[in-house]
């Protein structure tokens, strides 16, 4: 079984930082890509980045990429966000599935491809 905790959420003003942390435990091969999620109520969770295991192979939505970086260091995967914007307000979510290669992980970005999903930590970005 894996287990996902995030940490690191908060509240922010446009143009700042944050720094999402999200600590892995159980089985790796069930984990070998993982990804950060967001949603806000009433839509669709949308997928943010995604990383494959070896650390190297990383993939960004569109509406994050330049601002975002998601990196790896053990059993830890980050999400760097910079440069933050109001519309990056939402619930962000850590998850993980152990299918296909670095290629399955970088084009992937379907809620339904994840198995395993933390808690959500709330963004909160203010202008």
């Known amino acids: 079984q894996v287990q996902l905790v995030e940490s690191g959420g908060g509240s922010v003003q446009a143009g700042g930082s944050l720094r999402l942390s999200c600590t892995a435990s159980g089985y790796t091969g069930s984990r070998n890509c993982m990804g950060w999620f967001r949603q806000v109520p009433g839509k669709e969770r949308e997928g943010v980045a995604t990383?494959?295991?070896?650390?190297?192979s990383t993939a960004y939505a569109d509406s994050v990429k330049g601002r975002f970086t998601i990196s790896l260091a053990g059993d830890t995967v980050y999400l760097q966000m910079n440069s933050l914007k109001p519309d990056d307000t939402a619930k962000y979510y850590c998850?993980?599935?152990?299918?296909?290669?670095?290629?399955?992980?970088?084009?992937?970005?379907?809620?339904?491809?994840?198995?395993?999903w933390g808690q959500g930590t709330q963004v909160t970005v203010s202008s």
């Open positions: 990383i494959y295991t070896n650390g190297l």
């Open positions: 998850a993980a599935h152990g299918k296909g290669g670095a290629g399955y992980c970088a084009t992937r970005f379907s809620q339904t491809d994840f198995t395993h």
